[in-house]
Every structure is written in structure tokens, then in C-alpha cells.
T-cell receptor, first 115, second 115 residues
Framework: AQSVTQLDSQVPVFEEAPVELRCNYS??????LFWYVQYPNQGLQLLLK??????LVKGINGFEAEFNKSQTSFHLRKPSVHISDTAEYFC?????????????FGTGTSLTVIP | DTEVTQTPKHLVMGMTNKKSLKCEQH?????MYWYKQKAKKPPELMFV???????INESVPSRFSPECPNSSLLNLHLHALQPEDSALYLC??????????????FGSGTQLSVL
């Protein structure tokens, strides 16, 4: 079984300040890790993903995330946020299986960037 | 074309109505998904089709009936819904690669209200 925990349901941050959105997971099998963003009234868009290799992955819009296997974490960071980053952010895991079709999402973190 | 198109964008229906949600993609993806998302909650997986065959049904009530007529189309037939079924219904697609780790492409969703 898999579970994804995003401890911070809401994160307010001032424009141009750094931000970190936390994600922890548990799984009985190996997983791939993802961060998705959802803007109001839209579907989800992939920010970045970790499959293997370097534990620091870079994504779109200046975001990056670091995989920490010992802490089972995959925290998302951005050094300087913009107003346009205001959105809902979801961490997700996908078990490494032959079918590869299952994705499990965390409860989301609402990021609000304050001018 | 890297879009997943969902119609209609908004739907209001009574509990005795029959309606259908439609989803279309032309990226050659062979896996298609239906997710249900309540306000301020993460998407919940409902169904997965892989190569036009239903591969995952997450114990969804029978008042929701999925259909995959061909590799580009995915429908969700609705009948005798309850007010608690009101939600954003998201369609997604992916390449269906063996082993997973692939990106999900989401549509903008259909906002469903059941009266």
C-alpha cells in the first residue's frame, strides 16, 4: 500500500522569497515520485519527477525537488517565488510495476504568494 | 497536439438524468484515466484503461460506467447520481510504458453538479 503526506495544507509566502513544500511517502514497493501543480479551474500539470539517478531534480518554472530515500521525502523548493506561482501543489507516487498505471496523490498544499 | 480535451466543461444534472462526459486525446497515448476531485482535495483514481481495456476499477459505484470506444476517446456515462457525486471529473492520459514513471497529461475537467 502507498500513502503520500503533505503536512502543510496552506503556505503563504511573500513574493521573491524562497519556499519549500514538504512531501513524505510510504510504500511497500519502490516508487517513482512526482510533483504536479493545479491552477484554478484547470487540470494538473507536471512540474517534475524523480525516476532514478541524481537525487536533485529540476523542473519547470524554476522549481526543484530532492529525493531523500532514508527519510522517504521528496520536498519541492523554489528560491524566489512569483505571484503566478499561486496554485495548489500535489505530490504523487507511482509504484514501479509492470503496468505502471497507478498514481496516488497527496492532499495538496495551497501556495499563496503575497505581493 | 499535447492536449487532453474534456467536454462539457460544466454540467448540471438531476438525480434521474443520464448524461455522459467525454474525453479526447490525439497524442497516441494508450492509457487513459478518470479521476474525481472534490474541492480542496486531491484527485481520486476511478478507472484506468490500458490499450482500450479496463485495467483498474477502484471500486466505483455502478452509477458510473466508463467506456473506451477507441484509443483516442474515453467516456464516462452517468446515471442516477447522488448530490455527493458533485465534483470535478478529470480525464488524463499517458503513454502506458512498461514499468511506469511516465507523465500524466490532464484535461481541464468537467465540473459536475448533481441537484
Amino acid at each position: 500500500a502507498q500513502s503520500v503526506t503533505q503536512l502543510d495544507s496552506q503556505v503563504p509566502v511573500f513574493e521573491e522569497a524562497p519556499v519549500e513544500l514538504r512531501c513524505n511517502y510510504s510504500s511497500s514497493v519502490s516508487v517513482y515520485l512526482f510533483w504536479y501543480v493545479q491552477y484554478p479551474n484547470q487540470g494538473l500539470q507536471l512540474l517534475l519527477k524523480y525516476l532514478s539517478g541524481s537525487t536533485l531534480v529540476k523542473g519547470i518554472n524554476g522549481f526543484e525537488a530532492e529525493f531523500n530515500k532514508s527519510q522517504t521525502s521528496f520536498h519541492l523548493r523554489k528560491p524566489s517565488v512569483h505571484i503566478s506561482d499561486t496554485a495548489e501543489y500535489f505530490c504523487a507516487v507511482s509504484p514501479i510495476t509492470n503496468t505502471g498505471n497507478q498514481f496516488y496523490f497527496g492532499t495538496g498544499t495551497s501556495l499563496t504568494v503575497i505581493p | 497536439d499535447t492536449e487532453v480535451t474534456q467536454t462539457p466543461k460544466h454540467l448540471v444534472m438531476g438525480m434521474t438524468n443520464k448524461k455522459s462526459l467525454k474525453c479526447e486525446q490525439h497524442m497516441g497515448h494508450r492509457a487513459m484515466y478518470w479521476y474525481k476531485q472534490k474541492a480542496k482535495k486531491p484527485p481520486e483514481l476511478m478507472f484506468v484503461y490500458s490499450y482500450e481495456k479496463l485495467s483498474i476499477n477502484e471500486s466505483v459505484p455502478s452509477r458510473f460506467s466508463p467506456e473506451c470506444p477507441n484509443s483516442s476517446l474515453l467516456n464516462l456515462h452517468l446515471h442516477a447520481l447522488q448530490p455527493e457525486d458533485s465534483a470535478l471529473y478529470l480525464c488524463a492520459s499517458s503513454q502506458a510504458l512498461t514499468g511506469g514513471g511516465e507523465k500524466l497529461f490532464f484535461g481541464s475537467g468537467t465540473q459536475l453538479s448533481v441537484l
